[in-house]
C-alpha cells in the first residue's frame, strides 16, 4: 500500500543500504506531500534512523537517489532542516543553550561571517518557540532531556527551513515535554512546513500524525494514517515478513563469505 | 634576554599551541592521537634526514609532517576497514611506524646525527646554544622563532575555522547536514596537531607534546563551561607550567621536561579538588547544600 503524491516535497526512489554488507533498507520507493506530519513506523532496527541520515546524504546508500523540492538536496540545503537524535551528541560540552541555537544560523550565514543582530534575534525567537528563552545562557549540560531536545528542535527552527526530519524527537522526554513538542510541531504544520518524525510508539502514532510511513528494512506502507493503519500492515511490519526477511539477509551473507575468504 | 627565559619562552610557546588544538583533541575524544603523531613521525624524520643529509629545518619538518598526516589517514582507514575500535587502531599505527623509524636509526645510525633518547624526551636546555644571528646581532634561539610562527599560524587557523572546528566537534551528523564537511575540518585539525607535534618535539620531546596536547585542556575542562574560555584557560595552564617547571628543575637539578610534566600534574590536581562546579569539593559541597534544602 503506498501512495505516491503529485509534487512531493519530498520522494525517495529505489533507496538501498547497507551496513558491512548487511542490508539494513530495501528499495525503498515512496513520495510525501507538502504540510503533512509524517510519522516513520516500524520496529526497532526497521532502518528509521538510517533512512533520515541517508536522505541527508549522511549515510551514502548503495543504490537509488533521493529528490527535495524536485531537486538535488545540496541545492536546497537551506530548505532542509535535521534534528539528530539528542544522544548522539555529548551534552557535557562546553557550550550554553544560546550557542547550539546560533548553530542553526550556521547553514544560511556562512562559516567564516560574522553573526548579525538579526541572527542573535532569530535565535532567541526560536527559543521562544519551544519555551526556553529564559534558558538561553544556561550550560547545556544543566538541561534536562526534554529541555535538551527542545534546544535541538529550535536549533531546527533558527535554520528557517520548509521540511524538517526529526529523529526520535519524543524519545527520552516526559509526558509534559512530549505534547509541548508535539503542539509546536502542529503549528509548524499550519504554517504549510513538513515534517518528518521518526517515531517508536505506536500507540500514540496514531493520533499524532497524518500521513504514515510503515517500515521495516523495506517499505510496507505509505500514505494517510487511515488507510495505513490496518491490522494486516501492521502484522507485516511488526511481525510475519520480519522472520522472512532475516533468513534473506543471512542467505546473502552465506553468498558473500566464500568470496571473502 | 636571560637562558633562563629563552628556555621557558619556548616551553610556553610549545604549551600555548598544544593547548589551543589539545581541548578540540579532548572534546573530540581523541586526545591520544597526539601521542600516536608524536611518536610515528619518526620515520619521515629518519627519512628527512637521509634524503637532505643535514638538519636543516624544513625537510625535517616536511618528512615528519607527511607521516603525521599519514598516521592519522591510517588510523582512520583501519577503523573504518579492519573492524578496529579507534583506540586500538591508534595503539596498532603508532606503535608500528615508531618501530621501523627505531630500526632505521639503528640500521643508518652512522649517518645519522639524532638518538632515540633525544626524540623521546627533548633537549630544551640546548635550546639557546642555537641563536638566530643577523648581521652579527643575536636574535634569540630559532628555536622559538620557529616555534612563535607555529603559534601565530595556529591561532589564525583556529580564529578562522573556529565556528567549523565548534560545529563539526560537537554534532557531527547536523554539521554534515547543512553541509559542513566534517572530514575536511578533521584533517584539518590532524594537520596542526601534525605540524605543532612536529616543530615541537625535538625541542622538548614527545612525552612533553602528548603532556602538553592533553593535560591543560583537561584541567581547562573542570574550569568552565565555555569553549573560548577553556582554550584561554588551557593557554594559561600550559604557560604557567612551564614557568613553574622550569624554576623547579632548576631548584632540584633535574629535567626540565619532566619538571614541566610534573607541574602539569599539580594543576590538573588543584582543578580537580578545587573546581568550583567540577571539583571534589565543590561537587561535595553541592551534594550537603542539596540534602539541607531538602530537609
Redesign the interface.
Known sequence: MIIQVDNPVLEVHDLTVSYDKNPVLWNIDFSIPKGKLVGIIGPNGAGKSTML?SV???IEPQSGFVKVFDKDL?DV?QR???V?QRE???WD????VL??VL?GR??RRG??KRMTKQDKEIAMASLAKVNMEKYYNR?I?QLSGGQQQRVFIA?SLA?QADLYLMDEPFAGVDASAESSILSLLQEMRAEEKTIMVVHHDLQSAYEYFDWVILLNMRLVASGPKEEVFTPKLLQETYGGKLTLLDSLSNFIRRKELPIKG | MSFDYQIILTGALVAASCAILGCFLI?R?MAMIGDAISHAVLPGIVIAFLISGSRASVPMLLGAASFGVLTTFMIEWLSKKARMQNDAAIGLVFTFLFAVGIIMLTLFADKLDLDAHCVLHGEIAFVPLDQLIINGISFGPRKAWLLGGVFLFVVSIVI??Y??L??T???T??A?????SAVVWHYVLMALVSLVTVVSFEAVGAVLVVAFLVVPAATA?LL????L??IFIAVTVGILSSFAGYFFAKFIDGSIPGAMSTALGFFFLLSFIFSPKYGLIGKRLAKKREVFQNT
Request: charged share 20%; no cysteine.
Open positions: 541520515k541527508m546524504g549522511l545540496d540545503r532542509v532542516s535535521y539528530p548522539s551528541v555529548d560540552f562546553p557550550a550554553s550557542d547550539v548553530m550556521y547553514g562559516l567564516f550550560q549540560a536549533r535554520q | 572534546l575524544k578562522i575555522g565556528r567549523a565548534f560545529i566537534t560537537f554534532d551528523a547536523y554534515v547536514s547543512i553541509g559542513i575542562y568552565t563551561d565555555n569553549l574560555k577553556m
